[in-house]
Protein backbone atom coordinates (compact mmCIF):
# COMPACT_ATOMS: atom_id res chain seq x y z
CA UNK A 1 0.00 0.00 0.00
CA UNK A 2 1.09 3.41 -0.72
CA UNK A 3 1.48 6.58 1.10
CA UNK A 4 -0.70 8.63 -1.05
CA UNK A 5 -4.46 9.11 -1.43
CA UNK A 6 -5.86 9.01 -4.76
CA UNK A 7 -7.95 11.49 -5.79
CA UNK A 8 -11.23 9.56 -6.00
CA UNK A 9 -10.81 8.90 -2.40
CA UNK A 10 -9.05 12.21 -1.29
CA UNK A 11 -9.40 14.46 1.48
CA UNK A 12 -11.85 15.94 2.71
CA UNK A 13 -14.32 13.71 1.28
CA UNK A 14 -13.28 10.80 2.99
CA UNK A 15 -12.27 12.77 6.51
CA UNK A 16 -15.14 14.79 6.93
CA UNK A 17 -15.21 17.80 9.52
CA UNK A 18 -16.05 17.07 12.70
CA UNK A 19 -20.07 16.61 13.02
CA UNK A 20 -22.01 17.25 16.22
CA UNK A 21 -23.44 14.24 18.06
CA UNK A 22 -26.67 13.36 16.73
CA UNK A 23 -27.82 12.23 20.03
CA UNK A 24 -27.46 12.16 23.91
CA UNK A 25 -25.72 9.73 25.62
CA UNK A 26 -28.03 6.88 26.60
CA UNK A 27 -28.64 7.14 30.14
CA UNK A 28 -26.64 4.56 32.13
CA UNK A 29 -29.50 3.32 33.96
CA UNK A 30 -30.74 1.90 31.25
CA UNK A 31 -28.95 -1.10 31.03
CA UNK A 32 -29.42 -1.14 35.03
CA UNK A 33 -34.14 -1.19 34.32
CA UNK A 34 -33.13 -4.23 31.04
CA UNK A 35 -31.41 -6.40 34.07
CA UNK A 36 -34.38 -6.03 36.70
CA UNK A 37 -36.56 -6.40 34.22
CA UNK A 38 -35.26 -9.89 32.97
CA UNK A 39 -35.31 -10.88 36.32
CA UNK A 40 -38.69 -9.63 37.17
CA UNK A 41 -39.93 -11.67 34.28
CA UNK A 42 -38.34 -14.94 35.87
CA UNK A 43 -39.91 -14.38 39.41
CA UNK A 44 -43.39 -13.78 37.87
CA UNK A 45 -43.30 -17.14 36.22
CA UNK A 46 -42.13 -18.66 39.59
CA UNK A 47 -45.24 -17.01 41.15
CA UNK A 48 -47.48 -18.10 38.68
CA UNK A 49 -46.12 -21.27 39.30
CA UNK A 50 -46.60 -21.02 42.88
CA UNK A 51 -49.95 -19.73 42.76
CA UNK A 52 -50.96 -23.53 40.28
CA UNK A 53 -49.58 -25.27 43.53
CA UNK A 54 -46.23 -25.97 42.56
CA UNK A 55 -45.12 -25.98 46.07
CA UNK A 56 -47.94 -27.56 47.34
CA UNK A 57 -47.08 -30.47 44.84
CA UNK A 58 -43.45 -30.72 45.71
CA UNK A 59 -43.87 -31.01 49.23
CA UNK A 60 -46.21 -34.04 48.51
CA UNK A 61 -43.05 -35.85 47.70
CA UNK A 62 -43.39 -38.72 44.64
CA UNK A 63 -44.46 -38.44 40.61
CA UNK A 64 -46.13 -35.57 41.22
CA UNK A 65 -43.22 -33.70 42.67
CA UNK A 66 -41.06 -34.35 39.32
CA UNK A 67 -44.04 -33.48 37.35
CA UNK A 68 -44.01 -30.19 39.29
CA UNK A 69 -40.61 -29.47 38.71
CA UNK A 70 -40.20 -30.87 34.94
CA UNK A 71 -43.47 -28.17 35.15
CA UNK A 72 -41.03 -25.08 37.13
CA UNK A 73 -38.26 -25.96 34.76
CA UNK A 74 -40.10 -25.59 31.30
CA UNK A 75 -41.76 -22.28 32.64
CA UNK A 76 -38.19 -21.04 33.10
CA UNK A 77 -36.76 -22.49 29.61
CA UNK A 78 -40.24 -20.70 27.56
CA UNK A 79 -39.04 -17.41 29.33
CA UNK A 80 -35.35 -17.60 28.50
CA UNK A 81 -35.94 -18.49 25.18
CA UNK A 82 -38.57 -15.50 24.65
CA UNK A 83 -35.86 -12.87 26.32
CA UNK A 84 -33.48 -14.31 24.40
CA UNK A 85 -35.05 -13.52 21.13
CA UNK A 86 -35.65 -10.13 22.57
CA UNK A 87 -32.19 -9.60 23.04
CA UNK A 88 -31.35 -10.13 20.02
CA UNK A 89 -34.12 -8.64 17.84
CA UNK A 90 -32.40 -5.40 17.57
CA UNK A 91 -34.77 -3.31 19.85
CA UNK A 92 -32.81 0.22 19.32
CA UNK A 93 -33.35 0.66 22.90
CA UNK A 94 -32.13 -2.62 23.39
CA UNK A 95 -28.91 -1.96 21.15
CA UNK A 96 -28.23 1.69 22.71
CA UNK A 97 -28.32 0.22 26.38
CA UNK A 98 -26.03 -2.76 26.17
CA UNK A 99 -24.57 -2.89 22.83
CA UNK A 100 -23.74 -5.89 20.71
CA UNK A 101 -20.82 -7.32 22.45
CA UNK A 102 -23.18 -7.23 26.26
CA UNK A 103 -25.76 -8.56 24.30
CA UNK A 104 -23.85 -11.51 22.29
CA UNK A 105 -22.54 -12.89 25.93
CA UNK A 106 -26.18 -12.52 27.21
CA UNK A 107 -27.86 -14.10 24.38
CA UNK A 108 -25.46 -16.84 24.01
CA UNK A 109 -25.83 -17.87 27.86
CA UNK A 110 -29.19 -17.22 28.28
CA UNK A 111 -29.70 -19.85 25.18
CA UNK A 112 -27.58 -22.59 26.23
CA UNK A 113 -29.31 -21.95 30.21
CA UNK A 114 -33.08 -22.39 28.22
CA UNK A 115 -31.75 -25.56 26.44
CA UNK A 116 -30.63 -26.93 29.26
CA UNK A 117 -33.96 -26.19 31.51
CA UNK A 118 -35.67 -26.95 28.09
CA UNK A 119 -34.05 -30.97 28.49
CA UNK A 120 -34.72 -30.84 32.04
CA UNK A 121 -38.38 -30.24 31.60
CA UNK A 122 -38.43 -33.04 29.35
CA UNK A 123 -36.56 -35.66 31.88
CA UNK A 124 -38.32 -34.80 34.67
CA UNK A 125 -42.40 -34.59 32.94
CA UNK A 126 -41.62 -37.63 31.42
CA UNK A 127 -39.79 -39.55 34.55
CA UNK A 128 -43.12 -37.57 36.41
CA UNK A 129 -45.90 -38.85 33.84
CA UNK A 130 -44.37 -42.59 34.13
CA UNK A 131 -44.14 -42.97 38.02
CA UNK A 132 -48.02 -41.84 38.26
CA UNK A 133 -48.57 -44.48 35.67
CA UNK A 134 -46.31 -46.70 36.84
CA UNK A 135 -45.27 -47.35 33.04
CA UNK A 136 -41.90 -47.55 31.39
CA UNK A 137 -40.36 -44.49 30.99
CA UNK A 138 -39.77 -44.98 27.21
CA UNK A 139 -43.23 -46.02 26.70
CA UNK A 140 -44.43 -43.07 28.17
CA UNK A 141 -42.80 -40.66 26.62
CA UNK A 142 -43.88 -42.30 22.92
CA UNK A 143 -47.17 -42.44 24.07
CA UNK A 144 -47.20 -38.51 25.00
CA UNK A 145 -45.27 -37.64 21.50
CA UNK A 146 -48.62 -39.45 19.71
CA UNK A 147 -51.32 -38.13 21.43
CA UNK A 148 -50.76 -35.32 23.73
CA UNK A 149 -51.93 -32.37 21.75
CA UNK A 150 -49.39 -30.08 20.09
CA UNK A 151 -46.48 -32.45 20.98
CA UNK A 152 -45.01 -33.66 17.39
CA UNK A 153 -45.01 -29.46 16.61
CA UNK A 154 -42.66 -29.41 20.04
CA UNK A 155 -40.44 -32.08 19.07
CA UNK A 156 -40.04 -30.67 15.80
CA UNK A 157 -39.08 -27.19 17.63
CA UNK A 158 -37.12 -29.22 19.90
CA UNK A 159 -34.82 -30.73 17.46
CA UNK A 160 -34.98 -27.38 15.32
CA UNK A 161 -33.23 -25.39 19.10
CA UNK A 162 -30.57 -28.40 19.59
CA UNK A 163 -28.82 -27.99 15.87
CA UNK A 164 -28.73 -24.54 16.74
CA UNK A 165 -27.32 -25.23 20.07
CA UNK A 166 -24.73 -28.00 18.40
CA UNK A 167 -23.85 -25.15 16.24
CA UNK A 168 -23.38 -22.53 18.73
CA UNK A 169 -20.90 -24.10 20.45
CA UNK A 170 -17.34 -22.47 19.86
CA UNK A 171 -15.76 -26.06 18.54
CA UNK A 172 -18.45 -26.07 15.94
CA UNK A 173 -18.50 -22.59 15.15
CA UNK A 174 -14.71 -22.59 13.90
CA UNK A 175 -15.47 -25.09 11.27
CA UNK A 176 -18.38 -23.23 9.77
CA UNK A 177 -18.78 -20.21 7.66
CA UNK A 178 -20.19 -17.29 9.10
CA UNK A 179 -22.98 -17.23 6.52
CA UNK A 180 -23.99 -21.05 7.10
CA UNK A 181 -23.68 -20.54 11.09
CA UNK A 182 -26.37 -17.41 10.89
CA UNK A 183 -28.82 -19.54 8.71
CA UNK A 184 -28.66 -22.00 10.97
CA UNK A 185 -29.63 -19.38 13.82
CA UNK A 186 -32.35 -18.60 12.26
CA UNK A 187 -34.11 -21.53 13.10
CA UNK A 188 -34.25 -20.72 16.90
CA UNK A 189 -37.48 -18.74 16.01
CA UNK A 190 -38.75 -21.89 14.08
CA UNK A 191 -37.98 -23.82 17.00
CA UNK A 192 -40.03 -21.17 19.25
CA UNK A 193 -42.95 -20.78 17.43
CA UNK A 194 -43.35 -24.69 17.01
CA UNK A 195 -43.74 -24.78 20.66
CA UNK A 196 -46.38 -22.18 21.26
CA UNK A 197 -49.14 -24.60 20.21
CA UNK A 198 -47.76 -27.57 23.09
CA UNK A 199 -47.76 -24.67 25.85
CA UNK A 200 -51.31 -23.58 25.27
CA UNK A 201 -52.83 -26.92 24.96
CA UNK A 202 -51.20 -29.06 27.39
CA UNK A 203 -49.45 -26.09 30.07
CA UNK A 204 -51.66 -25.95 32.48
CA UNK A 205 -49.18 -23.24 33.99
CA UNK A 206 -49.92 -21.16 30.67
CA UNK A 207 -53.33 -21.26 30.69
CA UNK A 208 -54.39 -22.17 34.44
CA UNK A 209 -55.54 -19.05 35.01
CA UNK A 210 -56.42 -15.36 33.37
CA UNK A 211 -52.94 -14.10 34.97
CA UNK A 212 -51.13 -16.98 33.59
CA UNK A 213 -52.97 -16.61 30.11
CA UNK A 214 -52.40 -12.92 30.09
CA UNK A 215 -48.89 -12.60 30.71
CA UNK A 216 -47.55 -15.04 28.09
CA UNK A 217 -49.15 -14.07 25.55
CA UNK A 218 -48.33 -10.82 26.27
CA UNK A 219 -44.53 -12.10 26.51
CA UNK A 220 -45.12 -14.08 23.03
CA UNK A 221 -46.33 -10.76 21.62
CA UNK A 222 -43.91 -8.52 22.41
CA UNK A 223 -41.28 -11.25 21.59
CA UNK A 224 -42.99 -11.73 17.63
CA UNK A 225 -43.81 -7.94 17.57
CA UNK A 226 -40.09 -7.03 18.47
CA UNK A 227 -38.80 -9.22 15.77
CA UNK A 228 -41.26 -8.36 12.84
CA UNK A 229 -41.06 -4.86 13.61
CA UNK A 230 -37.03 -4.22 13.95
CA UNK A 231 -35.87 -7.33 12.49
CA UNK A 232 -38.18 -6.84 9.28
CA UNK A 233 -40.26 -3.92 9.10
CA UNK A 234 -37.34 -1.42 10.04
CA UNK A 235 -34.73 -2.55 7.39
CA UNK A 236 -37.43 -2.91 4.80
CA UNK A 237 -38.39 0.60 5.20
CA UNK A 238 -35.06 2.13 6.01
CA UNK A 239 -33.67 0.28 2.43
CA UNK A 240 -37.15 1.33 0.64
CA UNK A 241 -36.01 4.92 1.84
CA UNK A 242 -32.54 5.30 1.35
CA UNK A 243 -32.01 2.95 -1.85
CA UNK A 244 -28.18 2.58 -1.34
CA UNK A 245 -26.24 1.66 -4.68
CA UNK A 246 -22.18 1.34 -4.84
CA UNK A 247 -20.63 4.23 -5.80
CA UNK A 248 -17.22 3.27 -6.32
CA UNK A 249 -14.51 0.73 -5.10
CA UNK A 250 -10.92 1.02 -4.42
CA UNK A 251 -8.29 -1.00 -3.33
CA UNK A 252 -6.30 -0.53 -0.18
CA UNK A 253 -4.13 -2.92 0.23
CA UNK A 254 -3.65 -6.75 -0.39
CA UNK A 255 -6.61 -8.83 0.52
CA UNK A 256 -8.44 -5.05 1.52
CA UNK A 257 -11.16 -3.50 -0.64
CA UNK A 258 -13.22 0.01 0.44
CA UNK A 259 -17.06 -0.01 -1.16
CA UNK A 260 -18.27 3.35 -1.29
CA UNK A 261 -21.91 3.42 -1.12
CA UNK A 262 -24.51 6.27 -2.33
CA UNK A 263 -28.42 6.58 -1.73
CA UNK A 264 -31.26 9.30 -1.16
CA UNK A 265 -31.55 10.99 2.14
CA UNK A 266 -28.52 9.42 3.91
CA UNK A 267 -28.67 12.82 5.93
CA UNK A 268 -31.69 11.17 7.92
CA UNK A 269 -30.06 7.49 8.00
CA UNK A 270 -29.10 7.22 11.90
CA UNK A 271 -25.59 5.74 11.61
CA UNK A 272 -22.93 7.02 13.80
CA UNK A 273 -18.87 6.67 13.00
CA UNK A 274 -18.16 3.36 14.64
CA UNK A 275 -20.91 1.36 14.05
CA UNK A 276 -21.72 -0.88 11.63
CA UNK A 277 -24.39 -3.23 9.36
CA UNK A 278 -25.56 -6.15 8.13
CA UNK A 279 -24.85 -5.78 4.43
CA UNK A 280 -26.05 -7.54 1.60
CA UNK A 281 -25.31 -6.89 -2.40
CA UNK A 282 -27.61 -7.64 -4.94
CA UNK A 283 -24.79 -9.00 -7.11
CA UNK A 284 -26.04 -12.69 -8.06
CA UNK A 285 -26.09 -16.00 -6.40
CA UNK A 286 -25.32 -15.64 -2.36
CA UNK A 287 -26.85 -12.20 -2.05
CA UNK A 288 -29.18 -13.62 0.29
CA UNK A 289 -26.16 -13.85 2.79
CA UNK A 290 -26.04 -10.83 5.05
CA UNK A 291 -22.19 -9.81 6.37
CA UNK A 292 -21.23 -7.13 9.58
CA UNK A 293 -19.03 -4.78 8.00
CA UNK A 294 -18.60 -1.28 9.99
CA UNK A 295 -18.40 2.04 8.34
CA UNK A 296 -14.62 2.80 7.59
CA UNK A 297 -15.38 6.40 7.67
CA UNK A 298 -17.28 9.62 9.08
CA UNK A 299 -20.77 9.30 7.92
CA UNK A 300 -21.56 12.90 5.87
CA UNK A 301 -24.99 12.36 4.70
CA UNK A 302 -23.51 11.95 0.95
CA UNK A 303 -21.28 8.86 1.25
CA UNK A 304 -20.90 6.14 3.68
CA UNK A 305 -17.99 3.42 3.48
CA UNK A 306 -17.10 0.38 3.97
CA UNK A 307 -13.64 -1.99 4.40
CA UNK A 308 -13.72 -5.11 4.16
CA UNK A 309 -10.58 -7.70 3.93
CA UNK A 310 -10.67 -10.45 2.24
CA UNK A 311 -11.77 -13.68 5.04
CA UNK A 312 -12.76 -16.36 2.40
CA UNK A 313 -15.98 -16.57 3.49
CA UNK A 314 -17.90 -14.61 1.24
CA UNK A 315 -15.85 -11.20 1.38
CA UNK A 316 -13.76 -11.80 -1.56
CA UNK A 317 -16.60 -11.20 -3.77
CA UNK A 318 -16.91 -7.70 -2.43
CA UNK A 319 -13.63 -6.40 -4.22
CA UNK A 320 -15.78 -7.64 -7.98
CA UNK A 321 -18.67 -5.58 -7.06
CA UNK A 322 -19.53 -2.85 -10.01
CA UNK A 323 -20.76 0.90 -9.58
CA UNK A 324 -24.65 0.65 -9.15
CA UNK A 325 -24.44 -2.81 -7.66
CA UNK A 326 -27.71 -2.43 -5.17
CA UNK A 327 -27.20 -2.88 -1.50
CA UNK A 328 -29.44 -3.63 1.39
CA UNK A 329 -28.82 -2.64 5.20
CA UNK A 330 -30.10 -3.56 8.54
CA UNK A 331 -28.64 -1.56 11.53
CA UNK A 332 -27.07 1.01 12.18
CA UNK A 333 -25.86 -1.32 15.43
CA UNK A 334 -23.11 -1.20 17.56
CA UNK A 335 -22.23 0.78 20.63
CA UNK A 336 -18.42 1.85 19.66
CA UNK A 337 -19.44 5.20 19.26
CA UNK A 338 -18.37 8.62 20.31
CA UNK A 339 -22.14 9.76 22.37
CA UNK A 340 -20.58 9.80 25.78
CA UNK A 341 -16.96 11.20 24.57
CA UNK A 342 -16.96 15.55 24.96
CA UNK A 343 -13.75 16.11 24.68
CA UNK A 344 -10.62 15.72 26.38
CA UNK A 345 -7.81 12.63 26.09
CA UNK A 346 -8.84 10.00 23.88
CA UNK A 347 -6.96 6.63 22.86
CA UNK A 348 -7.40 4.11 20.16
CA UNK A 349 -6.38 0.92 19.68
CA UNK A 350 -6.52 -1.28 16.75
CA UNK A 351 -5.73 -4.56 15.55
CA UNK A 352 -6.27 -5.38 11.81
CA UNK A 353 -8.94 -4.65 10.18
CA UNK A 354 -10.25 -3.64 13.62
CA UNK A 355 -8.93 -0.04 12.43
CA UNK A 356 -11.90 0.51 10.47
CA UNK A 357 -14.45 1.84 13.02
CA UNK A 358 -12.10 3.75 14.92
CA UNK A 359 -10.96 5.56 11.91
CA UNK A 360 -14.52 6.66 11.22
CA UNK A 361 -14.49 7.63 14.71
CA UNK A 362 -10.82 9.69 14.33
CA UNK A 363 -13.25 11.85 12.37
CA UNK A 364 -16.29 12.34 14.57
CA UNK A 365 -14.57 12.78 18.18
CA UNK A 366 -14.66 16.44 19.25
CA UNK A 367 -10.84 16.08 20.26
CA UNK A 368 -8.26 19.13 20.44
CA UNK A 369 -5.02 18.82 18.31
CA UNK A 370 -2.88 16.59 20.81
CA UNK A 371 -5.47 14.66 22.27
CA UNK A 372 -5.59 11.78 20.41
CA UNK A 373 -3.90 8.94 19.94
CA UNK A 374 -4.10 5.93 17.45
CA UNK A 375 -1.96 2.74 18.67
CA UNK A 376 -2.18 0.29 15.32
CA UNK A 377 -1.11 -2.97 15.51
CA UNK A 378 -0.17 -5.18 12.35
CA UNK A 379 2.05 -7.56 11.78
CA UNK A 380 3.77 -5.86 9.38
CA UNK A 381 3.98 -2.56 6.81
CA UNK A 382 2.19 -3.94 3.88
CA UNK A 383 -0.81 -4.37 6.12
CA UNK A 384 -0.92 -1.30 7.83
CA UNK A 385 -4.09 0.16 5.62
CA UNK A 386 -5.06 4.16 5.28
CA UNK A 387 -1.94 5.45 5.71
CA UNK A 388 -2.55 8.50 3.66
CA UNK A 389 -5.87 9.12 5.47
CA UNK A 390 -3.67 8.41 9.07
CA UNK A 391 -0.83 10.77 7.95
CA UNK A 392 -3.86 13.48 7.08
CA UNK A 393 -4.82 12.98 10.63
CA UNK A 394 -1.51 13.28 12.26
CA UNK A 395 -1.45 17.10 9.94
CA UNK A 396 -4.42 18.55 10.08
CA UNK A 397 -6.01 17.52 13.89
CA UNK A 398 -2.80 16.49 15.50
CA UNK A 399 -3.47 13.09 15.87
CA UNK A 400 -0.37 11.20 17.55
CA UNK A 401 0.21 7.45 15.58
CA UNK A 402 1.50 4.81 16.82
CA UNK A 403 2.62 1.96 14.51
CA UNK A 404 3.05 -1.32 16.77
CA UNK A 405 4.35 -3.92 14.01
CA UNK A 406 5.85 -7.56 14.27
CA UNK A 407 4.52 -11.35 14.88
CA UNK A 408 2.08 -11.77 18.09
CA UNK A 409 3.89 -12.33 21.44
CA UNK A 410 4.05 -16.04 22.13
CA UNK A 411 1.81 -14.91 25.58
CA UNK A 412 -1.91 -13.55 25.90
CA UNK A 413 -0.85 -9.72 25.09
CA UNK A 414 -2.07 -6.92 22.84
CA UNK A 415 1.83 -5.83 22.39
CA UNK A 416 4.04 -7.72 19.19
CA UNK A 417 6.66 -10.00 19.54
CA UNK A 418 9.50 -7.19 20.01
CA UNK A 419 7.49 -5.35 23.17
CA UNK A 420 6.69 -9.03 24.39
CA UNK A 421 8.99 -8.24 27.51
CA UNK A 422 6.70 -5.36 28.70
CA UNK A 423 3.73 -5.59 31.08
CA UNK A 424 0.88 -4.63 29.23
CA UNK A 425 -0.59 -2.14 30.93
CA UNK A 426 2.97 -0.90 31.62
CA UNK A 427 3.67 -0.65 27.81
CA UNK A 428 0.35 1.03 27.04
CA UNK A 429 1.46 4.14 30.25
CA UNK A 430 4.09 4.51 28.25
CA UNK A 431 2.82 4.93 25.03
CA UNK A 432 -0.52 7.26 26.19
CA UNK A 433 0.72 8.37 29.52
CA UNK A 434 -2.55 10.08 29.99
CA UNK A 435 -4.66 6.69 29.67
CA UNK A 436 -5.88 6.54 33.24
CA UNK A 437 -7.94 10.17 32.28
CA UNK A 438 -8.50 8.88 28.88
CA UNK A 439 -11.73 7.58 26.78
CA UNK A 440 -10.53 4.11 25.11
CA UNK A 441 -11.56 2.46 22.20
CA UNK A 442 -10.22 -0.79 21.39
CA UNK A 443 -11.25 -2.83 18.12
CA UNK A 444 -9.60 -6.32 16.63
CA UNK A 445 -10.04 -9.60 17.05
CA UNK A 446 -11.23 -11.46 20.38
CA UNK A 447 -7.67 -12.66 22.27
CA UNK A 448 -6.36 -9.54 21.23
CA UNK A 449 -9.29 -6.96 22.45
CA UNK A 450 -9.35 -8.56 25.92
CA UNK A 451 -5.70 -8.31 26.53
CA UNK A 452 -6.15 -4.73 25.57
CA UNK A 453 -8.82 -4.02 27.13
CA UNK A 454 -7.42 -5.87 30.46
CA UNK A 455 -4.21 -3.58 29.95
CA UNK A 456 -6.00 -0.71 29.99
CA UNK A 457 -8.50 -1.47 33.08
CA UNK A 458 -5.01 -2.16 34.63
CA UNK A 459 -4.01 1.30 33.97
CA UNK A 460 -6.43 2.58 35.46
CA UNK A 461 -9.52 3.55 32.61
CA UNK A 462 -12.86 3.60 33.92
CA UNK A 463 -15.23 1.05 33.15
CA UNK A 464 -17.63 3.60 31.76
CA UNK A 465 -14.71 5.37 29.58
CA UNK A 466 -13.55 1.84 28.35
CA UNK A 467 -15.57 1.15 24.61
CA UNK A 468 -14.73 -1.90 22.89
CA UNK A 469 -15.79 -4.13 19.93
CA UNK A 470 -15.22 -7.22 19.16
CA UNK A 471 -14.77 -8.98 15.63
CA UNK A 472 -16.36 -12.02 16.39
CA UNK A 473 -19.97 -14.13 15.88
Known amino acids: MTDTVSARTAVPRTVPPVRAPGRRATPRW ?23 GGVHQVSGGGAEAVSALGRLTGLWASDLLLLQVLLMARIPLVERAFGQDRLARWHRWTGFSSFWLMIAHIVLITLGYAGAAHANVFAELWDMLLTYPGMLLATAGTIALIMVVVTSIRAARRRLRYESWHLMHLYAYLGVGLALPHQLWTGTDFIGSAASTAYWWSLYAVSAGGVLVYRVGLPLWRNWRHRLVVSH ?21 PARAGQFFQWRFLDGPGWSRSHPYSLSATPDGHLL ?39 GPVVLLACGIGVTPLLSLLGELPYRPGEATLIYRARNEAEVAFRGELDWFARQRGVRIVYLLGPRAARPSWLPAEFAGHGDAEALRRIAPAIAGSHVYVCGPDAWTEAARSAAHTAGVRPERLHTELFSW
Open 30 to 52: WADAGGLGAGVSLLVVTALWVSN
Open 249 to 269: VTPEGPGLTSIYLTGRHLDRL
Open 305 to 343: RITVKDLGDGSARVARLTPGTKALIEGPYGKLTGESYAG
